[in-house]
């Protein structure tokens, strides 16, 4: 009788152990569509012109112009969204003026190293990782290609 109990309470001690792992383990919840994750305002860090000149920003030239940037991402569906930038100069006396460059539905992917990218037909424009944007701006001349970066808000 008392091997039976052991085995018994054994049993069910097995079978409370299972329920417990089974009841602790928790489904992942599905992540959030790209353009969630991206969407929203992004503050200026820098600019790559051409190959090799990097701008941090805010930037202040010689004559005291400053140079500022945002950039807007807004989600038109779970995977198309509108990128614009605005870079603002504003000189000495408080006066700015606004620039902008955009591109309007970008389809977004995501890479097999976590990036999320996206394209404007089969041209790459944007990146996304780490928390901070990237937007560039070709042109035929690579010296006057523009990448702007950005961070989260």
């Known amino acids: 009788m008392k091997l039976f109990s052991t085995l018994h309470f054994r049993f069910i001690c097995l079978v409370l152990s299972l329920i417990a792992t089974i009841s602790s383990c928790k489904k992942e919840d599905p992540e959030p569509p790209l353009a969630e994750q991206i969407a929203g305002e992004y503050n200026g860090t820098y600019y790559l012109l051409g190959p090799s000149t990097k701008i941090n920003l805010p930037a202040t030239t010689s004559t005291g112009i400053t140079a500022t940037l945002k950039i807007t991402v807004s989600k038109i569906s779970d995977e198309i969204v509108n990128i614009q930038v605005k870079l603002t100069l504003t000189d000495k006396t408080g006066k700015a003026s606004d620039s902008f460059s955009k591109y309007d539905g970008l389809l977004l992917k ?44």
Request: overall charge neutral.
């Open 110 to 153: 995501k890479a097999a190293n976590g990036d999320i990218e996206g394209y404007e037909g089969t041209t790459k424009r944007s990146t996304f990782i780490n928390g901070e944007l990237s937007v560039g701006f070709p042109d035929p001349d690579p010296t006057k290609t523009v990448i702007f970066y950005g961070k989260k808000n």
